[in-house]
């Protein structure tokens, strides 16, 4: 496993990530159905920038995750991964993120979303591992 302290002679690693919460916002909508999203998710750009303002990281990542890659349910409207208003709203939040996190002068590198299925996991039918999902990020 990664150890920061270990593995990062003369660096700071910090996460603000939060489990079940990314850049998306809005409510995941799967299986016709919308699932409970924590509060915390909708905070990130005041979380993030507080933690920019703190640290003034020279690189911060930004790593797409599974519920990046979900339709959403955003003002009201089901955005589906890969169309043309899911696309425009995604290109918004993560302008966002990169402004948030770049307001320092840092550099931001974006990650595409991994793979998640394993076999035997049960994760095989969530739709975030359909290839064409992956790409839309």
Wanted: glycine share 10%.
């Amino acid at each position: 496993w990664f150890d920061p302290k270990r593995d990062t002679p003369g660096m700071q690693v910090r996460t603000e990530a939060t489990l079940g919460c990314g850049p998306t916002g809005g409510t995941v909508h799967s299986g016709g159905a919308d699932l409970p999203t924590s509060d915390d998710c909708s905070g990130w750009p005041l979380r993030w920038r507080k933690t920019v303002d703190e640290y003034q990281p020279a690189v911060a990542v930004v790593m797409v995750g599974a519920w990046d890659v979900v339709d959403h349910r955003v003002d009201g409207e089901i955005l589906a991964v890969g169309t043309e208003r899911w696309v425009a709203y995604m290109t918004r939040q993560l302008d966002t993120a990169t402004a948030v996190l770049s307001a320092r002068g840092g550099r931001v590198v974006l990650m595409t979303s991994p793979c998640f299925a394993q076999p035997d996991s049960g994760l095989d039918a969530f739709p975030s591992d359909q290839m064409e999902r992956g790409f839309a990020t």
